[in-house]
């Protein structure tokens, strides 16, 4: 048996960040600049059909090794058998959900009543078996919090994904250039996964091994399945109900609203789970972290999401284009949900490190419930109603998340409220001169690039003051960060041979 590295924790988390920052900036851009373009080539139909396919992508991480990666990650330690065991597990449970998955794409495009769908969802099943073949990799990985080589590997996944799709559309594919996207994404993804890990699984399998693991990854692969309904059931109801043009403004609208904010919380969470597994006794300092980097990614995500809200109508015109204009009230109640989610991003973390899977295990089914409700009854008013639905279900179920979250680190929910205080304060003042600016000052026959341009402006320039007078706690944050790194900086300096 082999015990888990014991590292400085704090200066693995901080490289990890690091290497994440970077990650996300670039992918941040390039993904960005891919939705555009495609949203350029490609109709809202289009958009659409592929839409009903993708909303099942989302569901290859859960299948494709049923949450045995995670236990890897959160084990004290770790034997051979162990390893191999979750890859050989791994890679049969892809490949049965590849075969699975061809053969329902007829009784998918039935559902839809969309024989296109049937090749697409064919096609996107692959993704099953390719993504298993290298989760056990990623575990190890993560385990050993070599986030230089995962954020590496996804940037060139990014960039070939990108590409793929891009030319695809280019070419007149239509739908398959967004699914081109996915199946390249896997393969690469793998591909680096297997060049950047120097473990290769042996022919072992050990029944006891897969026991012992699958007790802790039981809960954790239903949570996995709860809250992937609870991510994905409203695009499947208005692709079911409303048909593929109003999924694809719906779909565009969660593309642009919830996507990035996702693509920023849970690289965060990735970094910060097998650091809270390594200090899982000491609830006291995984509590003081929870507070400080959601403070941090508040100070991002919730200025953000409330700016989105204010320029969406400029936003749309300027950036995806009139034929998009559907998608606007969707972009701005969906900020709301955004502005919720990110803020309880590192909750599962939290509660899988301290051994409460049973916890957020039910706390996924109160959450699917909520949403279900939310979204059939939502259906009535079209895809405004169903986001609407969506954000009355969040507004009640992120705090409640976040309740559980600080009961299990045995602090008040208030430490949280009082630690977002200040950056809340900044946000709704840069959105009190922002809107104040909107009606009043900017001329109403002002460009609309013009008028997104220079309200953008004075929403940045009024809220990194406001943000450094109201939340200090911000600033020493990231001298502390400075700080640590220059020293880091210096000692490997001095240990250079003269």
């Known amino acids: 048996m082999t015990a888990a590295p014991a590292p400085d924790i704090r200066s693995r988390v901080l490289?990890?960040?690091?290497?994440?920052?970077?990650?996300?900036?670039?992918?941040?851009?390039?993904?960005?600049?891919?939705?555009?373009?495609?949203?350029?080539?490609?109709?809202?139909?289009?958009?659409?059909?592929?839409?009903?396919?993708?909303?099942?992508?989302?569901?290859?991480?859960?299948?494709?090794?049923?949450?045995?990666?995670?236990?890897?990650?959160?084990?004290?330690?770790?034997?051979?058998?162990?390893?191999?065991?979750?890859?050989?597990?791994?890679?049969?449970?892809?490949?049965?959900?590849?075969?699975?998955?061809v053969a329902l794409s007829w009784p998918v495009a039935a559902f839809y009543d969309q024989p296109q769908v049937q090749p697409l969802f064919a096609a996107l099943s692959l993704?099953?078996?390719v993504s298993a073949l290298?989760?056990?990799?990623?575990?190890?990985?993560?385990?050993?919090?070599?986030?230089?080589?995962?954020?590496?590997?996804?940037?060139?996944?990014?960039?070939?994904?990108?590409?793929?799709?891009?030319?695809?559309?280019?070419?007149?594919?239509?739908?398959?250039?967004?699914?081109?996207?996915?199946?390249?994404?896997?393969?690469?993804?793998?591909?680096?996964?297997?060049?950047?890990?120097?473990?290769?699984?042996?022919?072992t399998f050990s029944v006891g091994s897969l026991r012992q693991l699958a007790g802790f990854s039981a809960n954790i692969f239903g949570t996995r399945v709860f809250f992937y309904f609870n991510r994905n059931l409203d695009n499947l109801l208005v692709g079911r109900v409303l048909g593929a043009g109003s999924l694809?403004?719906?779909?565009?609208?969660?593309?642009?609203?919830?996507?990035?904010?996702?693509?920023?919380g849970w690289p965060i969470a990735e970094v910060l789970f097998p650091a809270f597994s390594k200090m899982q006794d000491e609830p006291e300092r995984m509590a003081s972290a929870w507070v400080r980097i959601n403070r941090l990614v508040g100070t991002l995500t919730i200025p953000a999401t409330l700016g989105l809200a204010v320029v969406a109508p400029e936003f749309v015109t300027v950036v995806l284009g009139s034929k998009w204009r559907d998608a606007e009230p969707v972009i701005r109640i969906l900020a709301w949900v955004g502005l919720l989610q990110s803020l309880g991003t590192l909750n599962s973390g939290i509660l899988m490190a301290r051994g409460r899977a049973g916890t957020l295990f039910r706390f996924s089914v109160v959450a699917f419930v909520a949403s279900v409700l939310g979204f059939t009854v939502g259906l009535e008013w079209g895809i405004?109603?169903?986001?609407?639905?969506?954000?009355?279900?969040?507004?009640?179920?992120?705090?409640?998340?976040?309740?559980?979250?600080?009961?299990?680190?045995?602090?008040s929910v208030l430490s949280l409220a009082r630690g977002l205080r200040g950056v809340v304060e900044a946000a709704l003042a840069m959105v009190a001169c922002v809107l104040a600016a909107k009606q009043f000052v900017l001329p109403a026959d002002l460009a609309?690039?013009?008028?997104?341009?220079?309200?953008?402006?004075?929403?940045?320039s009024v809220y990194l003051p406001l943000c450094a007078w109201r939340a200090p706690e911000v600033l020493d944050e990231i001298r502390s960060v400075r700080r640590e790194r220059a020293a880091r900086a210096s000692t490997l300096a001095g240990a250079q041979p003269g």
């Open 15 to 101: 490289r990890g960040l690091v290497w994440k920052v970077i990650s996300q900036l670039f992918s941040q851009f390039w993904q960005t600049a891919v939705a555009i373009i495609l949203a350029r080539l490609l109709a809202p139909e289009d958009y659409g059909l592929a839409a009903m396919v993708i909303v099942f992508a989302a569901i290859v991480p859960v299948f494709s090794d049923l949450a045995l990666g995670a236990a890897l990650v959160q084990r004290k330690t770790l034997s051979e058998a162990d390893r191999s065991t979750v890859f050989w597990a791994s890679t049969g449970i892809g490949a049965t959900f590849t075969l699975l998955g």
């Open 134 to 203: 290298g989760t056990t990799q990623k575990a190890l990985l993560v385990r050993d919090m070599n986030f230089k080589s995962l954020e590496l590997r996804l940037m060139a996944g990014a960039l070939a994904a990108g590409a793929a799709g891009i030319t695809l559309a280019a070419l007149g594919y239509g739908p398959w250039a967004i699914i081109g996207q996915q199946v390249v994404s896997a393969v690469a993804s793998t591909f680096f996964l297997w060049h950047f890990s120097r473990w290769r699984p042996r022919f």
């Open 384 to 411: 405004v109603g169903v986001a609407a639905g969506y954000a009355l279900a969040s507004t009640f179920l992120e705090p409640f998340y976040a309740w559980v979250t600080a009961r299990a680190l045995g602090v």
């Open 127 to 129: 993704t099953f078996v």
């Open 448 to 460: 609309a690039a013009w008028r997104l341009i220079l309200m953008i402006l004075l929403g940045v």
């Open 248 to 264: 694809g403004a719906y779909a565009l609208a969660y593309n642009v609203m919830l996507a990035p904010l996702n693509r920023l």
